[in-house]
């Protein structure tokens, strides 16, 4: 059954308190996981990054004419895995 807090003029039910320690334990867990979903992708960004700098020539020798999007350029890459550069299959082959 719910308790009752009295306010001026009106009762109100109070069906969940939060003690100040949980509260901050809750925005505590909250920052963090934003800091670790930031720092996630920045690191994938640098490493999408370096992916595209080490496929670069290869992408264009092989590659320029597929329409980006939907894994195309990725499942081209993988084509022509056997004619790649060493850095880009580094990429390519730990993608797979």
Do not use: H, W
């Amino acid at each position: 059954m719910p308790r009752l807090t009295s306010t001026p003029g009106r009762a109100r039910p109070v069906l969940f308190y939060a003690s100040d320690a949980m509260v901050r334990a809750t925005l505590l867990a909250a920052v963090v996981i934003a800091a670790l979903a930031v720092s996630l992708s920045l690191a994938s960004a640098q490493d999408r990054g370096a992916a595209r700098e080490a496929c670069k020539p290869d992408y264009q020798k092989f590659c320029s004419s597929v329409t980006p999007g939907g894994g195309r350029i990725k499942k081209c890459l993988a084509d022509n895995f056997a004619n790649l550069s060493d850095a880009c299959k580094q990429v390519v082959g730990s993608e797979k």
